[in-house]
């Protein structure tokens, strides 16, 4: 990804911007990837419960979240290259996550929701879409300088804002998502080996403060467990232990639509939102899995097609931004369901349950589509230089 951006880096000038040339229409490959997940999601949730309210709250968040997309699909974007709208956002994303710790609805230890009556509000996936947005605009002008050093600080306090507002709270699996955000831009926008080696070690003296000051003692039992799993199964180690079961107990075809046994009979907890994907691999199997991976590699895909062809440095790194805010939630939520990384309470992308991180998902992905609108034509030549590099 590094060397197909670098393409659209000549110099310092904007390669091949055409304002006026539109693409119009919704990008339907990655569109129609969507919905087969939003599908098995709620099919998953309406399978284990009795009453299925999982199920139907869901469903009108997935129809609340579509309407949005098509309508933010039609709305110029271009006014989010504006320096002052990315700060005001930036700074609205702040004064809601401080809003928290004064209305803050607790859940699992975390005062992460704003309630308002029939519905909640969690302030963090906003802040992750603002993230994206504000990156994407400070490394839009500042590509040719990203070996300074001083770029990278500056784009970092950003993200550790956000970092610090967010796992105060306690919200570690968010906050590890803001940061492999940033990182991701990072690399994105060039970083040299030096510097990237430099920031491994700021990460290392950061997570040792964090465990030594930051971290509740529920958090540490989470690494504990990551590193020892089998040490307290039946306390800090049980969502992990019963997730890893339900993932193998599926094999190659799985058990079947509602014939999950970890799920069905509640051995496994969270099953709805957390732990999502073992449910769903508990009934569909290697081959289920295999098909989601396939949908999940489509939307990447798509993305990154559409972000190459942004007019300007910003949809640019603002489509990669995206790319990246996916990858990240797959690789985290997948990585704990399978046991490959410490339980973090992260949404899978579609399928979990929650309405706001599906109505992040889907605002991400319609300002993509906007931008789309007004993207630059790739010559045929163009682009398969940019795949495969020049002949």
């Keep these: 990804m590094p060397r197909l951006l670098k393409n659209f880096f000549k110099k310092g000038t904007i390669y091949g911007v055409s304002s006026t040339s539109a693409r119009s229409g919704i990008d339907w490959w990655l569109f129609g990837a969507t919905i087969p ?31 949005l997309f098509f309508l933010v699909s039609h709305v110029d974007m271009r006014f989010l290259r504006s320096t002052r709208v990315a ?41 992750k879409l603002v993230l994206l947005i504000i990156l994407a605009k400070y490394f839009s002008r500042r590509h040719i300088e990203i070996a300074n050093m001083r770029h990278i600080i500056v784009s970092g306090l950003y993200a550790a804002i956000l970092f610090v507002l967010v796992i105060v709270h306690p919200d570690l699996g968010s906050a590890m998502i803001i940061f492999l955000i940033w990182l991701g831009m990072v690399m994105i926008s060039g970083i040299s080996k030096k510097h990237l080696l430099v920031m491994l070690g700021l990460v290392i003296v950061v997570v040792s403060l964090l465990w030594n000051f930051g971290f509740k003692e529920y958090q540490k039992d989470r690494i504990r467990n990551f590193v020892n799993p089998l040490a307290d199964i ?15 107990s599926g094999q190659l075809l799985g058990k079947g639509l509602g014939y999950g046994t970890q799920s069905r009979l509640k051995f496994l907890p969270e099953y709805q939102t957390d732990f999502i994907f073992a449910a769903f ?18 939307i990447i895909w798509r993305i990154i097609v559409n972000a190459e062809r942004g007019a300007t440095n910003f949809e640019i790194l603002y489509g990669a ?31 979990s349950y929650g309405g706001t991180h599906l109505v992040t998902e889907f605002l991400a992905l319609g300002i993509l589509m906007a931008m789309r609108r007004y993207a630059r034509p790739v010559h045929k030549d163009v682009a398969k230089n940019e795949f495969i590099g020049p002949q």
């Design 234 to 248: 039946h306390g800090a180690g049980y969502n992990a232990y019963q997730s890893t079961i339900a993932v193998g």
């Design 321 to 351: 931004g995206v790319a990246v805010f996916f990858i990240v939630h797959i690789a985290v939520n997948v990585g704990m369901n399978i046991h490959l990384l410490p339980v973090t309470g992260t949404p899978l992308p579609f399928m």
């Design 87 to 127: 700060v005001t956002l930036f700074s609205a994303a702040c004064i809601l996550l401080v809003v928290l710790f004064l209305v803050g609805k607790v859940s699992h230890g975390a005062a992460s929701w704003i309630s308002f009556g029939l519905f909640s509000f969690q302030p963090s996936d906003m802040a």
């Design 37 to 67: 997940l939003l599908c098995a999601g709620l099919v998953t949730m309406y399978s284990f419960t009795g009453d299925n309210s999982f199920a139907l709250h869901q469903l009108i968040w997935v129809v609340f979240s579509l309407v």
């Design 281 to 298: 691999a508990e009934e569909w199997g290697f081959v289920g899995v295999l098909i989601m991976f396939s949908l999940f590699g489509v």
